[in-house]
C-alpha cells in the first residue's frame, strides 16, 4: 500500500511508482518465504485499481468512522470476489485463503486485501488500522504491538516528532 501510493514518507515527497519499478515495488511487497512473485502489467493494475479503496479505509480508520471504513470494505469484498476457501500446501496441511487456487496473482491478493480488512473491523480491530501521526508523513500501518497505541508508521517518524517535540520545548 505505502509503496504504491504517492504523498509523504518520513517528511520526503514520495511519487506512485510506474512500468517496471511498479511491477517491482509489488512484487517486493508480496515476497514471502523469500520467494518474490513475478507481477505482470495485468496484475499490477489489478492491485493498483484497489489501493484507494484500501487506502480509504485506513483513512477512514484512523478517524473513527468505522460505518465509512466498512461501507468502503464491502464494496471491495464484492469488487474482489472475496471468498474462503481451504487450499492444501504440498506438506499436506490446508490453509484458509480468500481466493481460489487457480486464481491469477492480482485478483487473489486484492481478493486478500479485502478479506484481511474485513477481518480487521469485523473483530473490532479497526483501531489497529492507522494513518502516521508525524507531520509530513501520510504512510499507513497496521498496529501489532501489544496494547495497540502506535501512532506512527515507522521509528524514524516516531524519533522525527520526538525530537521536534524537544527542540520546541527547549526554544
Known amino acids: 500500500m505505502n509503496a504504491l501510493t504517492p504523498g509523504w514518507d518520513g517528511g520526503q515527497p514520495v511519487e506512485s511508482p510506474r512500468g517496471g519499478a511498479l511491477r517491482a515495488a509489488i512484487g517486493e ?3 514471502f518465504d523469500h ?4 507481477v505482470s502489467a495485468a496484475a499490477a493494475r489489478i492491485i493498483v485499481d484497489v489501493v484507494p479503496d484500501v487506502r480509504a479505509v485506513f483513512e477512514s480508520a484512523a478517524a473513527g468512522d468505522t460505518a465509512r471504513a466498512a461501507q468502503v470494505t464491502n464494496a471491495l469484498l464484492t469488487r474482489t470476489g472475496a471468498r474462503p476457501q481451504l487450499n492444501p500446501d ?6 484458509l ?6 486464481d491469477s496473482l492480482g485478483p487473489g491478493w486484492t481478493a486478500g486485501l479485502a478479506a484481511g480488512l474485513t477481518m480487521a473491523l469485523g473483530v473490532d480491530e479497526i483501531g489497529r488500522l492507522g494513518v502516521c501521526n508525524a507531520e509530513r508523513c501520510d504512510r499507513v500501518y497496521v498496529d501489532t504491538s501489544r496494547n495497540g497505541t ?11 516528532t520526538k525530537a521536534a517535540a524537544h527542540r520546541a520545548r527547549q526554544k
Do not use: I, K, V
Open 97 to 102: 485463503h480468500f481466493h481460489g487456487p487457480t
Open 150 to 160: 502506535r501512532q506512527f508508521c515507522s521509528t524514524r517518524c516516531q524519533n522525527r
Open 35 to 38: 520467494a518474490t512473485p513475478t
Open 90 to 95: 504440498p506438506d499436506g496441511t490446508w490453509h
Open 29 to 31: 511487497a508480496l515476497t
